[in-house]
Every structure is written in C-alpha cells, then in structure tokens.
C-alpha cells in the first residue's frame, strides 16, 4: 500500500484521506509462527513545510496461531491505531524512524509494526481452552517452551479485572 502524497506536497497543512489494505508477511514471535490477514488501514496524511508526512490513522485485522494452550488453530482481532512521520529522504535503513523519497509513501513498515505491536500475547482457541488448567490460581504455568514468558503473570492479570 502505497500513498501518492504529490498533492499534499503542493499543498503544506492541508489534510488527505485514504484507506485501502496492506498484505503483511508471516511473523515469527518466541518461536511461534503468526500468520496476519490483509490489513484494512484508514485515516489521514498532510505534509508539512520541509515535505514530511505525517500519517495517521488505524487498521483492523485478524491473526491466527496455535492456540497458547493446546496448539489448535486460534485467531485473535487485531487493532491499533498510529501517528508516524515519514521524513523525506531520511534514511530507509534506519529502524528509528519512518523515511520515504519522491512522491510515494510505503505503508507496508509501518503497519507491519503497529500490526505486530498489537498482537495478543497468547493466542487461545477458546476462553475456556483446557489445555492447561489456567484456572487453577495454584497451579504454575508449565513451561513447554511454547508458551509466551509472562503468559502466567498475564492470567493472573486478567482473572483480577474480572473480580
Ligand atoms: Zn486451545
């Protein structure tokens, strides 16, 4: 996904919409594969004085993984919303920042990032999964190296919002 930003380049301040979807490539997380549908992406983008973009918006997607618990197929909804500026001519090879030059901005970095950031920590197939007995406030996590570190600290988290 690409955003043609000439216009706004001929016109600083004045806001752009857009939308459209990014494809985004398989994630490997701790050792897990995590497999992300196409990304619905919208919102804005206006260029200031030095041509920078500033882009932002949110996207929308599913992911899909081996449940955290019993590694059946689980997916999990995914949303984030981002404020980036993309600086001209900055340099593309710089993980710090956002950077684009002529006329185009690739979206597919940056909702490759705020998409993974939005991952759940664990995948489950169901609320319930019994994979595990996570219910149990007593029992300790097993670790079968398939899990996510904090997956324990994270059940507990979630059993006190629901108290
Ligand atoms: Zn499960």
Redesign the pocket.
């Known amino acids: 996904m690409e955003l043609d930003v000439s216009t706004a380049l001929s016109h600083p301040g004045q806001v752009f919409g857009f939308s459209g979807t990014q494809a985004i490539a398989d994630q490997e997380i701790y050792g897990t594969v995590v497999r992300i549908d196409d990304c619905a992406v919208e919102g804005t983008y206006l260029a200031d004085d030095q041509g920078n973009i500033r882009v932002e918006g949110r996207l929308r997607t599913t992911a899909h993984a081996p449940?955290a618990?019993?590694?059946?197929d689980?997916s999990a909804q995914v949303e984030n919303e981002f404020q980036e500026d993309f600086i001209r001519n900055g340099d593309p090879e710089d993980d710090e920042i956002f950077a684009y030059e002529g006329h185009l901005v690739s979206m597919s970095k940056l909702v490759m990032s705020y998409a993974v950031m939005a991952l759940p920590i664990r995948f489950?197939?169901?609320e319930d999964?019994p994979?595990l007995s996570y219910k149990d406030p007593d029992a300790a996590p097993v670790e079968t190296g398939k899990q996510y570190p904090f997956a324990g600290l994270r059940q507990l988290l979630d059993q006190m919002e629901e108290v």
């Open positions: 449940c618990n019993c590694l059946k689980a489950l197939c169901r999964c994979g």
